[in-house]
Nanobody
Framework: QVQLAESGGGLVQAGGSLRLSCAAS????????MGWFRQAPGKERDFVAA????????YYADSVKGRFTISRDNAKNTVYLQMNSLKPEDTAVYYC????????????????WGQGTQVTVSS
């Protein structure tokens, strides 16, 4: 198991930017894939982005391609989500996740989740 702690959420106007961070501990960080998911009120939790253990492969939901960038710093055991050109529909609780690349991309049996951080985009 990996312990995850997100930070960086907040309130921002449409068109603005935020950077989320997720600090990991408890297991070898540089051997696991990481991902970001989000859940808006009344909706299911959806995949946002993922990154392989090496950082060489990244994946994005169509809704965020070109606006969001996932990255990781294995020396700091941290994964980031840079969010630009934010829209009101990006408003959600954002969760960090950790597991194998298969599980993170599948999204159903992820072993480790953070507690979530709220992102609110005003119009």
């Amino acid at each position: 198991q990996v312990q995850l702690a997100e930070s960086g959420g907040g309130l921002v106007q449409a068109g603005g930017s935020l950077r989320l961070s997720c600090a990991a501990s408890g297991r070898t960080f540089n051997s696991i894939a990481m991902g970001w998911f989000r859940q808006a009120p009344g909706k299911e939790r959806d995949f946002v982005a993922a990154i392989s253990w090496s950082g060489n492969s990244t994946y994005y939901a169509d809704s965020v391609k070109g606006r969001f960038t996932i990255s990781r710093d294995n020396a700091k055991n941290t994964v980031y989500l840079q969010m630009n050109s934010l829209k009101p529909e990006d408003t959600a609780v954002y969760y960090c996740a950790a597991d194998t690349e298969f599980e993170v991309l599948n999204g159903r049996n992820i072993g480790s989740w953070g507690q979530g951080t709220q992102v609110t985009v005003s119009s």
